[in-house]
T-cell receptor, first 111, second 116 residues
């Protein structure tokens, strides 16, 4: 079973920041937080991951609370192409273990 | 690199027929995963391989499902006989252990299977 809880859906206006929350209250000390997204009819795509520090890359920023029980994925300037299902996953620091997908958050970016 | 390649992209077959799905992982990747996605069950792992050896097949639903990886550049997922409830999108993903451990799985475009 997925170890994370995410809202079922969210809307965001185009050009605004999209903030996607995730609760992972049972995360263990050596587990990372990963975010993937799935655009309609495509395979999931890696976005970002982190352990306890905030992380940023060209796609997004990841903010992890100090107690590591929750995190927020931030898309700074959402575009229509960011409309997708976003999955928050916790797991070891390795892409070599199976990903356990929950239901994710369906983000709709609205013009 | 062309990424993970899956074929066919779409497959429509009749109940009882054999179905073979194919996957070519990214060159140099030593892990390969097969996932299945349905509306009811979401994305779920079926089986994964390391260096062509199956590591965990506990997600394979029934004996009708089998997977092989004869070499580092090719894997198949076979369903025989197929049933309507097997209709789903099947994804193949690969990753690399590498020196840094790796953290990203690369997914193929999927095969949409419809069994009538």
């Amino acid at each position: 079973d997925a170890k994370t809880t995410q809202p079922t859906s969210m809307d965001c206006a185009e050009g605004r920041a999209a903030n996607l929350p995730c609760n992972h209250s049972t995360i263990s000390g050596n587990e990372y937080v990963y975010w993937y997204r799935q655009i309609h009819s495509q395979g999931p795509q890696y976005i970002i991951h982190g352990l306890k520090n905030n992380e940023t890359n060209e796609m997004a920023s990841l903010i992890i609370t100090e107690d590591r029980k929750s995190s927020t994925l931030i898309l700074p300037h959402a575009t229509l192409r960011d409309t997708a299902v976003y999955y928050c996953i916790v797991g070891p620091h390795s892409g070599n273990t199976p990903l356990v997908f929950g239901k994710g958050t369906r983000l709709s970016v609205i013009a | 690199d062309a990424g993970v390649i899956q074929s066919p992209r779409h497959e429509v077959t009749e109940m009882g027929q054999e179905v073979t799905l194919r996957c070519k992982p990214i060159s140099g990747h030593d892990y390969l995963f097969w996932y299945r996605q349905t509306m009811m069950r979401g994305l779920e792992l079926l089986i994964y391989f390391n260096n062509n050896v199956p590591i965990d097949d506990s997600g394979m639903p029934e004996d009708r499902f089998s997977a092989k990886m004869p070499n580092a550049s090719f894997s198949t997922l076979k369903i025989q006989p197929s049933e309507p409830r097997d209709s789903a999108v099947y994804f193949c993903a690969s990753s690399s252990s590498g020196l840094a451990g790796g953290y990203e799985q690369y997914f193929g475009p999927g095969t949409r299977l419809t069994v009538t």
